[in-house]
């Protein structure tokens, strides 16, 4: 019953360091996001994937890069990390490709950039 | 292109009042409709979504929204507030002939006052 799984949940960086946000779910879901959420400016897209090998990029998608390799894992790779990627991150996912099909989420991760 | 405007990042409102929360879109076509709710330290989860049919739409825990073509509107109500309800709420939209846009707008965060 493990739904949308992101790790870790908090991390702090230094300018110009990488690192890789991870998402996984179990749920079999060929569609999956990620989202940026900062305060008072509420969701950003910034990649998404309509299944393994494909991915694409939404509104805000510069300074970061993804990989779908698999179903169920969809990670979110940071090469340079600037201040202005201090963010809280979710990964979601759906069933279909219907529009109306809800969005299942992760709890999240809060990165800050130093 | 589709937007969704949520009128007041801050809405207090006493325990056993009535809950409006605001949502205004803009969509060329008719949209599908959503109010996410997060509570603190989670990430979203669906409370009520619009599609097709009914226009009044009952959500989970007591909420329902209303889907006004007319006013361009998905206002998200519920009778009598509980302090439980605070959290932050999200009106999200999507174009049926899109499957990939699910737009969201910047939240609205509800206190509950005693």
């Known amino acids: 019953n493990a739904g949308v799984t992101q790790t870790p949940k908090f991390r702090i960086l230094k300018i110009g360091q990488s690192m890789t946000l991870q998402c996984t779910q179990d749920?079999?879901?060929?569609?999956m996001y990620w989202y940026r959420q900062d305060p008072g400016m509420g969701l950003k897209l910034i990649y998404y994937s309509v299944g393994a090998g494909i991915t694409d990029k939404g509104e805000v998608p510069n300074g970061y890069n993804v990989s779908r390799s698999t179903t169920e894992d969809f990670p979110l790779r940071l090469e340079l990390a600037a201040p202005s990627q201090t963010s809280v991150y979710f990964c979601a996912s759906k069933s279909t490709a219907a529009t109306n099909e809800k969005l299942f989420f992760g709890s999240g991760t809060q990165l800050s950039v130093l | 292109a589709q937007s969704v405007t949520q009128l007041g990042s801050h809405v207090s409102v006493s325990e056993g009042a009535l809950v409006l929360l605001r949502c205004n879109y803009s969509?060329?076509?008719?949209?599908?409709l959503f109010w996410y709710v997060q509570y603190p330290n989670q990430g979203l989860q669906l409370l009520l979504k619009y599609t097709t049919g009914a226009t009044l739409v009952k959500g989970i825990n007591g909420f329902e929204a209303e889907f006004k073509k007319s006013e361009t509107s998905f206002h998200l109500t519920k009778p009598s507030a509980h302090m439980s309800d605070a959290a932050e709420y999200f009106c999200?939209?999507?174009?049926?002939?899109?499957?990939?846009?699910?737009?969201f707008g910047k939240g609205t965060r509800l206190h509950i006052l005693p």
């Open positions: 749920m079999n879901h060929n569609y």
């Open positions: 999200a939209v999507s174009d049926p002939g899109r499957d990939d846009k699910i737009i």
């Open positions: 969509s060329s076509v008719p949209p599908y």
